[in-house]
């Protein structure tokens, strides 16, 4: 466990030291901030569903982006190999780099605290229970977009084709109800339940709903299990 | 290929760039899975069970697996971390790597900023630091100005005993001065297995002919044996399938050329003559391939040693 924690602590730290967490953490303000903003002027409703539907938006565009480097980067420089040959196991070392970007994930949404904060300083009175599961949500989400950038990452030793293959994947995820519209009620049913985006709906409503605790679990459990046997394929090229 | 290494013992690959050297010592180290055989370390099968092999192993891959944006210290202290050091020690074992490796002007420095023989030095630590009784070194002196390379042989044989040290070089002195065991590889292939005086005396001292020939054993050996330029002389029979045939070999002089008495003799003898040649061309070429990179380095050291 100490292991996991030097890992992920050594990716935190190279974050932090970088402008990139910063810049990174300022864009991401700036343009949750102008979401806010915007649907509190139109809706004058003390509510944060629409934000978490917008920033989802945002998520999918920069996750890509902060996950593109985890191994893509160790595989560069040639990193991976003290990671490899120290005693630690494969599944560590996936889990380390996860739990760094959950973390920073976690720092971004600590920002956004300041919303809900804006709501009751401004005299609104917000109902609690739909703001907490949507960040809930919005966190599972992240985390999950995170989990397939960190498939995408072990897949290619490019940064940037890492990037692409993590946000063609979430992108499919997010699109994936419309073609479940060509098919019978059924089937289109099913692709309601893959669509990403739809359990962030629902669940911002302030239900939680095992089904969407399940399909975000799930997208994280996959995806770290496909990234841990792509690492152990670099044992054998 | 396969060999073993004792306990103690500081072994040189010696190879030509591509010859596998690196290869090989991935596999050893558990970065990549061999496709056929295995691997065991202090007894532990890397294959069965990789942590326990993989503690006892310091590692200097060939690309130093540095994080450019940390401090010398700050990056000891993680490799010590993932090498299982407990949080009361690392900063001793940090520190006494830090000193070993002569950088402790540079410990918090940040290793972008340090020059490739800094980098090495960091490498060199980071294999050191939970002072394993294993230490797999590939091209350790790689990059270095002379007196780096004197100081890291120095620092290498200082860890004869009580270490175990595997270290890849194209440099030819560099196994001479350290190593007690020479693997020559090439291609992928072991090609020689000695001590480095041996090697040497292969390599520059001798040649080897070997004779395959039918007849009675002692008459031919004594012929073969009197004949000048022959050093020394081993027979040994090919079996039961070859009755009465024998193959000698022959430590001769490698200024003359004999090969013609040789041959002469066993033909005047009244015996067969099956086979007669020469020995360990590749290894020659493998040595010139070698030496050829050798004489910079050679002058260099002249240099510090004045």
Redesign the interface.
Known sequence: M??VL??A??EL??YF??PLAYVVAALFMLAAGGLFDAILMSSREASLRALFQNIAVVFLLMVPALTMRLLAEERK?????????????DVSIVSGKYLASIAYLFFLLVLTLIFPLTLVLIGGNPEWAPIWTGYAAIFLMGAAFMAIGLVASSLTSSQIVAALIAFVISLVLWLIPAVGQNFGTTIAGGFQYLSIINHLESMSRGVVDTSDLLYYLSVIGASLFITVRSVNV???? | MSFSVNKGEILGFLGPNGAGKSTTM?MI?????PSAGKVTVGGFDMGQD???A??L?G?L?E?????P??TVR?YLR??G????IP?RELNKKVDAAISRCWLTTYADRLISHLSKGYRQRCGLA?ALIHDPPVLILDEPTSGLDPKQILETRDLISSLRGEHTVILSTHILPEVQNVCERVLIINQGVLVADESPEHLEAKLKGGQRIRIEAKGPLEPMQARLAAISGVKSLTASARGPEFPDTYEFSLDTDPHDEIRKELASAIVTGGWELLEIHAERMSLEEIFLKLTTQDALLEAAKEEANV
């Open positions: 100490s292991k030097a890992i602590g050594r730290k190279s030291v970088s420089t040639g990193t991976i190999e003290l990671l490899m040959t120290s005693p630690i196991s670099y044992h054998w090229r | 991935r180290t558990g970065y990549l899975a990789p942590l326990k993989k503690s192993i590692y891959p690309t130093v697996p540095l994080y944006e940390m700050d993680f490799v971390r993932l090498k299982g949080g980071q």
